[in-house]
Protein backbone atom coordinates (compact mmCIF):
# COMPACT_ATOMS: atom_id res chain seq x y z
CA UNK A 1 0.00 0.00 0.00
CA UNK A 2 2.65 2.31 0.79
CA UNK A 3 4.51 1.64 -2.75
CA UNK A 4 1.06 2.32 -4.16
CA UNK A 5 0.52 6.19 -2.32
CA UNK A 6 4.22 6.61 -3.31
CA UNK A 7 3.39 6.00 -7.07
CA UNK A 8 0.25 7.87 -6.50
CA UNK A 9 1.62 11.36 -4.93
CA UNK A 10 4.55 11.50 -7.23
CA UNK A 11 1.93 11.72 -10.35
CA UNK A 12 0.04 14.20 -8.23
CA UNK A 13 2.95 16.89 -7.78
CA UNK A 14 1.24 18.92 -10.57
CA UNK A 15 -2.34 21.14 -10.18
CA UNK A 16 -4.97 19.05 -10.73
CA UNK A 17 -8.88 18.88 -9.80
CA UNK A 18 -10.13 18.08 -7.05
CA UNK A 19 -12.57 15.69 -8.40
CA UNK A 20 -9.43 14.12 -10.62
CA UNK A 21 -7.45 13.49 -7.38
CA UNK A 22 -10.48 12.40 -5.74
CA UNK A 23 -11.10 9.59 -8.75
CA UNK A 24 -7.00 8.76 -8.56
CA UNK A 25 -6.96 7.77 -4.66
CA UNK A 26 -9.72 5.42 -4.71
CA UNK A 27 -8.19 3.63 -8.09
CA UNK A 28 -5.05 3.40 -5.88
CA UNK A 29 -7.06 2.20 -3.41
CA UNK A 30 -9.91 -0.24 -4.99
CA UNK A 31 -10.11 -2.85 -3.57
CA UNK A 32 -7.63 -1.86 -0.30
CA UNK A 33 -9.82 0.68 1.35
CA UNK A 34 -13.98 0.99 0.78
CA UNK A 35 -14.83 3.95 0.40
CA UNK A 36 -11.66 5.85 1.87
CA UNK A 37 -13.56 9.84 1.82
CA UNK A 38 -16.40 8.32 3.78
CA UNK A 39 -15.96 9.47 7.38
CA UNK A 40 -16.89 5.97 9.83
CA UNK A 41 -17.80 6.89 13.27
CA UNK A 42 -15.62 4.79 15.52
CA UNK A 43 -17.20 1.84 16.24
CA UNK A 44 -16.70 0.84 20.44
CA UNK A 45 -15.56 -2.48 20.97
CA UNK A 46 -17.70 -4.08 24.09
CA UNK A 47 -15.75 -5.94 26.58
CA UNK A 48 -16.31 -8.48 29.24
CA UNK A 49 -14.07 -9.00 32.61
CA UNK A 50 -12.05 -12.47 32.55
CA UNK A 51 -13.07 -13.13 35.92
CA UNK A 52 -8.98 -12.68 37.59
CA UNK A 53 -8.55 -9.08 38.28
CA UNK A 54 -5.16 -8.65 37.20
CA UNK A 55 -5.59 -10.19 33.41
CA UNK A 56 -8.50 -7.37 33.14
CA UNK A 57 -6.41 -4.72 34.63
CA UNK A 58 -4.28 -5.79 32.03
CA UNK A 59 -6.68 -6.17 28.83
CA UNK A 60 -9.62 -4.49 29.76
CA UNK A 61 -11.11 -7.76 29.41
CA UNK A 62 -12.58 -9.58 26.58
CA UNK A 63 -13.45 -8.40 23.81
CA UNK A 64 -17.19 -9.04 22.32
CA UNK A 65 -17.31 -9.79 18.46
CA UNK A 66 -13.71 -10.62 18.66
CA UNK A 67 -11.16 -13.70 18.61
CA UNK A 68 -8.93 -13.80 21.70
CA UNK A 69 -6.19 -16.04 21.70
CA UNK A 70 -4.39 -17.76 25.03
CA UNK A 71 -0.99 -19.57 24.26
CA UNK A 72 1.57 -20.66 26.20
CA UNK A 73 2.97 -24.22 27.81
CA UNK A 74 1.60 -27.38 29.59
CA UNK A 75 1.22 -25.37 33.55
CA UNK A 76 1.10 -21.79 32.83
CA UNK A 77 -2.46 -21.23 33.85
CA UNK A 78 -4.65 -21.36 30.55
CA UNK A 79 -6.65 -23.43 32.32
CA UNK A 80 -7.77 -21.80 35.24
CA UNK A 81 -7.92 -18.61 33.61
CA UNK A 82 -10.76 -20.24 31.18
CA UNK A 83 -12.58 -21.41 33.97
CA UNK A 84 -12.88 -18.00 35.05
CA UNK A 85 -14.02 -16.59 32.21
CA UNK A 86 -17.35 -19.39 32.31
CA UNK A 87 -17.66 -19.21 35.73
CA UNK A 88 -17.92 -15.11 34.94
CA UNK A 89 -20.34 -15.81 31.92
CA UNK A 90 -22.43 -17.99 32.87
CA UNK A 91 -23.19 -16.56 36.67
CA UNK A 92 -24.43 -13.79 34.16
CA UNK A 93 -26.95 -16.46 32.95
CA UNK A 94 -25.01 -15.99 29.37
CA UNK A 95 -25.35 -19.55 27.25
CA UNK A 96 -21.38 -20.55 27.00
CA UNK A 97 -19.90 -23.43 24.89
CA UNK A 98 -16.89 -25.14 25.32
CA UNK A 99 -15.16 -27.11 22.20
CA UNK A 100 -12.71 -29.63 23.96
CA UNK A 101 -10.80 -30.76 21.17
CA UNK A 102 -9.19 -33.65 23.46
CA UNK A 103 -11.70 -34.53 25.96
CA UNK A 104 -9.67 -33.28 28.57
CA UNK A 105 -12.92 -31.32 30.51
CA UNK A 106 -13.29 -31.48 33.93
CA UNK A 107 -16.57 -30.73 34.87
CA UNK A 108 -16.70 -31.26 38.91
CA UNK A 109 -13.15 -28.87 38.75
CA UNK A 110 -15.24 -26.25 37.19
CA UNK A 111 -18.02 -26.65 38.85
CA UNK A 112 -16.10 -25.92 41.91
CA UNK A 113 -14.49 -23.09 40.25
CA UNK A 114 -17.42 -21.63 39.96
CA UNK A 115 -18.83 -22.68 36.34
CA UNK A 116 -22.75 -22.91 36.48
CA UNK A 117 -22.59 -26.32 34.04
CA UNK A 118 -26.21 -26.20 33.40
CA UNK A 119 -25.83 -23.17 31.14
CA UNK A 120 -22.39 -24.43 29.77
CA UNK A 121 -22.77 -26.51 26.38
CA UNK A 122 -19.99 -29.01 26.37
CA UNK A 123 -18.60 -30.84 23.02
CA UNK A 124 -16.50 -33.23 23.61
CA UNK A 125 -13.86 -34.35 20.27
CA UNK A 126 -11.32 -36.83 20.18
CA UNK A 127 -9.11 -34.84 17.07
CA UNK A 128 -8.61 -31.24 15.78
CA UNK A 129 -11.09 -31.84 12.65
CA UNK A 130 -13.89 -32.35 14.81
CA UNK A 131 -13.49 -29.66 17.14
CA UNK A 132 -12.89 -26.81 13.72
CA UNK A 133 -16.87 -28.10 12.01
CA UNK A 134 -18.23 -28.25 15.65
CA UNK A 135 -16.62 -24.48 16.30
CA UNK A 136 -18.25 -23.51 12.68
CA UNK A 137 -21.79 -25.01 13.71
CA UNK A 138 -21.51 -23.00 17.13
CA UNK A 139 -20.54 -19.84 15.27
CA UNK A 140 -23.41 -20.13 12.66
CA UNK A 141 -26.05 -21.53 14.88
CA UNK A 142 -25.45 -18.09 17.24
CA UNK A 143 -26.92 -17.00 20.68
CA UNK A 144 -23.75 -17.94 23.06
CA UNK A 145 -21.86 -15.35 24.86
CA UNK A 146 -18.70 -17.02 25.20
CA UNK A 147 -17.65 -19.96 22.69
CA UNK A 148 -14.29 -21.29 24.00
CA UNK A 149 -12.11 -23.74 21.95
CA UNK A 150 -9.73 -25.71 23.51
CA UNK A 151 -6.56 -26.98 21.35
CA UNK A 152 -4.08 -26.77 24.18
CA UNK A 153 -3.65 -30.48 23.88
CA UNK A 154 -3.13 -30.37 20.39
CA UNK A 155 0.04 -30.87 18.95
CA UNK A 156 1.98 -27.50 17.90
CA UNK A 157 2.59 -29.14 14.53
CA UNK A 158 -0.63 -29.76 13.53
CA UNK A 159 -1.86 -26.94 14.84
CA UNK A 160 0.36 -24.78 11.99
CA UNK A 161 -1.23 -26.51 9.84
CA UNK A 162 -4.69 -24.26 9.65
CA UNK A 163 -5.03 -22.72 7.12
CA UNK A 164 -5.31 -18.87 8.18
CA UNK A 165 -8.73 -18.46 6.73
CA UNK A 166 -9.87 -20.58 9.09
CA UNK A 167 -8.94 -17.76 11.62
CA UNK A 168 -10.21 -15.36 9.29
CA UNK A 169 -13.51 -16.99 8.93
CA UNK A 170 -13.94 -17.38 12.42
CA UNK A 171 -13.40 -13.73 13.39
CA UNK A 172 -15.59 -12.58 10.46
CA UNK A 173 -18.33 -14.46 11.58
CA UNK A 174 -18.26 -13.20 15.29
CA UNK A 175 -17.77 -9.79 14.19
CA UNK A 176 -20.87 -8.33 14.61
CA UNK A 177 -22.35 -10.47 17.48
CA UNK A 178 -21.88 -10.16 21.09
CA UNK A 179 -20.36 -13.77 21.37
CA UNK A 180 -16.70 -13.75 22.82
CA UNK A 181 -14.49 -16.28 20.62
CA UNK A 182 -11.96 -17.97 22.97
CA UNK A 183 -9.66 -19.90 21.31
CA UNK A 184 -6.21 -21.36 23.84
CA UNK A 185 -3.40 -23.23 22.06
CA UNK A 186 0.17 -24.02 23.01
CA UNK A 187 1.51 -21.19 20.74
CA UNK A 188 -0.07 -18.15 18.65
CA UNK A 189 -1.30 -19.27 15.18
CA UNK A 190 -4.63 -16.87 14.84
CA UNK A 191 -2.12 -14.49 15.00
CA UNK A 192 -3.37 -10.56 13.05
CA UNK A 193 -7.18 -12.35 12.39
CA UNK A 194 -6.78 -12.05 16.75
CA UNK A 195 -8.71 -9.00 18.25
CA UNK A 196 -6.48 -9.56 21.44
CA UNK A 197 -3.45 -11.56 22.32
CA UNK A 198 -2.55 -13.17 25.63
CA UNK A 199 0.99 -15.03 26.19
CA UNK A 200 0.95 -17.04 29.56
CA UNK A 201 4.31 -18.46 31.31
CA UNK A 202 4.52 -20.22 34.40
CA UNK A 203 7.60 -19.03 37.00
CA UNK A 204 9.13 -20.31 39.30
CA UNK A 205 6.98 -22.25 42.05
CA UNK A 206 7.19 -20.39 46.01
CA UNK A 207 7.55 -23.34 48.68
CA UNK A 208 7.31 -23.16 52.51
CA UNK A 209 9.76 -24.65 54.94
CA UNK A 210 8.23 -26.84 57.60
CA UNK A 211 11.03 -26.94 59.73
CA UNK A 212 10.69 -25.29 63.30
CA UNK A 213 14.81 -25.33 64.44
CA UNK A 214 17.96 -27.01 62.56
CA UNK A 215 17.80 -30.06 64.69
CA UNK A 216 14.54 -30.92 62.67
CA UNK A 217 14.22 -32.45 59.16
CA UNK A 218 13.10 -29.77 56.64
CA UNK A 219 10.61 -30.55 54.34
CA UNK A 220 9.37 -28.32 51.89
CA UNK A 221 5.53 -27.08 51.33
CA UNK A 222 4.31 -26.04 47.56
CA UNK A 223 2.57 -22.10 48.56
CA UNK A 224 1.85 -21.53 44.99
CA UNK A 225 3.34 -20.83 41.67
CA UNK A 226 3.63 -17.52 39.83
CA UNK A 227 2.05 -16.98 36.40
CA UNK A 228 3.06 -14.16 34.04
CA UNK A 229 0.73 -12.92 31.62
CA UNK A 230 1.67 -10.89 28.65
CA UNK A 231 -0.23 -8.77 26.21
CA UNK A 232 1.13 -9.67 22.76
CA UNK A 233 -1.34 -7.69 20.72
CA UNK A 234 -4.58 -5.73 21.19
CA UNK A 235 -6.60 -4.43 18.08
CA UNK A 236 -7.45 -0.54 18.46
CA UNK A 237 -11.06 0.59 18.14
CA UNK A 238 -12.17 0.37 14.73
CA UNK A 239 -12.32 3.62 13.51
CA UNK A 240 -12.19 6.04 10.31
CA UNK A 241 -8.82 5.98 8.72
CA UNK A 242 -8.96 10.01 7.53
CA UNK A 243 -9.27 12.57 10.56
CA UNK A 244 -11.88 14.95 10.22
CA UNK A 245 -11.76 18.23 8.72
CA UNK A 246 -13.34 21.35 9.47
CA UNK A 247 -13.88 24.53 6.64
CA UNK A 248 -11.08 25.92 8.74
CA UNK A 249 -8.56 23.40 7.66
CA UNK A 250 -9.06 24.38 3.85
CA UNK A 251 -6.63 25.18 1.54
CA UNK A 252 -6.44 28.94 0.49
CA UNK A 253 -6.42 28.30 -2.75
CA UNK A 254 -9.94 26.16 -2.61
CA UNK A 255 -8.21 23.15 -2.14
CA UNK A 256 -10.63 20.40 -1.26
CA UNK A 257 -10.85 18.03 1.54
CA UNK A 258 -9.91 14.88 -0.58
CA UNK A 259 -6.76 17.29 -2.17
CA UNK A 260 -5.66 17.67 1.08
CA UNK A 261 -6.04 13.75 2.19
CA UNK A 262 -3.95 13.11 -0.57
CA UNK A 263 -1.04 15.52 0.49
CA UNK A 264 -1.19 13.31 4.14
CA UNK A 265 -0.46 10.65 2.85
CA UNK A 266 2.26 11.49 0.67
CA UNK A 267 4.16 13.25 3.94
CA UNK A 268 3.47 9.84 5.68
CA UNK A 269 5.27 7.68 3.12
CA UNK A 270 8.63 7.08 4.23
CA UNK A 271 11.65 8.82 2.39
CA UNK A 272 13.15 5.42 1.54
CA UNK A 273 10.32 4.52 -0.73
CA UNK A 274 10.24 7.97 -2.04
CA UNK A 275 13.95 7.55 -2.96
CA UNK A 276 13.28 4.03 -4.80
CA UNK A 277 10.60 5.74 -6.68
CA UNK A 278 12.52 8.53 -8.20
CA UNK A 279 15.27 6.71 -8.70
CA UNK A 280 12.52 4.40 -11.01
CA UNK A 281 11.57 7.21 -12.81
CA UNK A 282 14.86 8.32 -13.52
CA UNK A 283 16.22 4.98 -14.97
CA UNK A 284 13.16 5.26 -17.20
CA UNK A 285 13.96 8.33 -18.17
Do not use: Y
Not at 21 to 43: D, I, K, N, Y
Amino acid sequence: METAVATFWARTMGMKSAAALRLEVESALAGRVVAPFQFRERRLVETAPTGVAEVDALTGGLPRGGLTEIFGPVGAGKTSLLMAALAERTAAAEACALVDARDAFDPEAAGAAGVRLERLLWVRCREISQAMRATDLLIQGGGFGLIAVDLSDIAPRVLRHVPLNVWFRWRRAVEETQTILLVMEPEANAKTCASLVLRMEHESALWTSTAGNSRQTEARLLAGRGIRVERVRARRQEGTLMRRMDGGEMEEDGTSFEAKVVRLCGEEVNAETQRAQRKKRAGKE
